[in-house]
């Protein structure tokens, strides 16, 4: 992946929840173990991470039963720590930010990441985490196809009207805050209206923050369903070629 320019930033951490089972894979074992070009989906994320400037550490929330982790290479990089996840995605995160308290200063920044998106462009972390991005932002995907609501009519889906295309857009992540505001949110949002929290975003969003939109490569897709992991190795295959690695 293209080098992020090195340049002086605020050092900042990085939480990747991965405790979920991936039941939509509809595999063996969860999606962040899947085999991506004969490494862990997970192990493709944080070597891309690892390489982010200005990287103070990562935190991997992993669940209680988790077996395979520790015996990755990268689980013995002094950058990278663990903590124990929960049931739900906001559940990990805030034992992360829990454990990340007792390193940091409350106004550190925080980046959220999912473990299924390990194609983030070198670029769009540079914007997220340079002077021109607002200390409560996102990567996001502005919406290209016509977007409907739907409604349910006879057992089947139903178009209930078109919704304006300029005003969707596709949350990705990092998702980033500071880590007191992040873990003031969560833990207000679990508390208050836990089925509403879908992302760090949400959260925030109910806590009365307005977070800013940063429009991302198309690349940042996350791994969901099985063609994800096809189309994931096309491009690191062709990444790999444009580098002179091996394949």
Not at 112 to 117: K, L, P, S, T, Y
Not at 163 to 181: G, N
Not at 230 to 238: D, M, N, P, V
Request: glycine letters at 6%; one cysteine or more; proline letters at 7%.
């Amino acid at each position: 992946m293209t080098a992020v320019n090195a340049r002086a930033v605020e050092p900042y951490w990085v939480v990747v929840p991965a405790a979920g089972s991936g039941k939509r894979m509809g595999a063996d074992k969860p999606k962040q173990y899947l085999p991506l070009l004969g490494k862990p989906l997970i192990v493709h994320t944080l070597q891309n991470i690892l390489r982010w400037p200005g990287l103070a550490g990562v935190i991997v929330a992993i669940a209680a039963d988790d077996s395979e982790f520790g015996n990755l290479a990268e689980a013995s990089d002094p950058r990278i720590h663990t903590v124990t996840g929960g049931a739900e995605r906001a559940d990990s995160v805030l034992a992360a930010l829990e454990y990340l308290s007792t390193l940091a200063e409350p106004d550190t920044s925080v980046l959220v990441h999912d473990a299924a998106r390990p194609l983030v462009a070198s670029n769009d972390i540079e914007t997220l985490i340079g002077p021109a991005s607002a200390a409560i932002a996102l990567l996001a995907q502005p919406a290209s196809d016509t977007v409907k609501r739907a409604s349910a009519e006879n057992g089947t889906a139903v178009v209930a009207e078109t919704l304006p295309r300029d005003q969707i857009w596709l949350a990705q992540t990092p998702q980033k805050a500071p880590l007191q505001i992040l873990k003031d949110s969560l833990q207000a949002g679990l508390r208050e209206n836990p089925a509403a929290i879908t992302d760090e975003a949400s959260a925030l969003e109910l806590a009365g923050y307005r977070p800013q939109l940063i429009a991302a490569c198309r690349t940042n897709f996350k791994i969901t369903q099985p063609a994800d992991l096809l189309l994931a190795e096309a491009l690191l295959t062709q990444q790999r070629t444009q580098q002179g690695e091996p394949s």
